[in-house]
């Protein structure tokens, strides 16, 4: 058994407010090392951290190790502002990278691509599950980041828009998920698979768009906006 979040409960990803600290420029992110790396279409990763502190992109199971204590590669120096972010989380991260997806061709071709990510292997019995956090670098208001509790059910979809500086945590291994993303230009994000814990907690806690707050003990809803955009309503409150 691993510790599991309330607030992943009910939806499995929880959409967080906007970032809104200093500007991330386009050299922090275009400038990085970059690796042929496929997932989820014609994607190219740059690793900011890894489970050797070497230019890789692999599981961190090839080492002997979970998704977690990930070291910082020599991207770290291109993107101060990216290390800085995942630092100021304050939750032990594993693999943090950057993803460049290119174009999909099409809508369907983007949706052939819906995965689970491999988050939790070697993960010991009695830590906090392995989730991944998104914050969007570009601005690609007509992609969409789609995720199913089952890769063919249609009716279980939820959709959050890239847009630049969208902030997410997403059980990515519950939730199949992809971005449907039709350029012109690449889209790219930074990705950081976090713990789950009372620190992760406290992070969400204070993301959260203004007038919402996690719900204490008991599940409650509230009016939120549509599923599109809601996240996990459940056991996140409006407050006064
Ligand atoms: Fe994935």
Redesign the pocket.
Known sequence: MHYKMPILEENGYVVLRDYDGPVIGEEEYQHLGFMDWK??GDTNFAPLASATGEMECGGFWEHGQPDKDGIWTKNEQVSPSLARYVRSIGVRFGRVRVIKLNPYTSREEAYRNL???DNNRLNPDGEGWVV?AWLELTHCPDSYMVLRHSKDDAASEHRVAAVRYRQLVVD?ERLW??VSHLGPEPRYAL?TSLESGPELERWISSQLPAGFALAAASPAREAGPGRSEAGSSQRRVRVA
């Open positions: 997932s989820g995965h689970l990510d991944r990515t998920h992809v990705i």
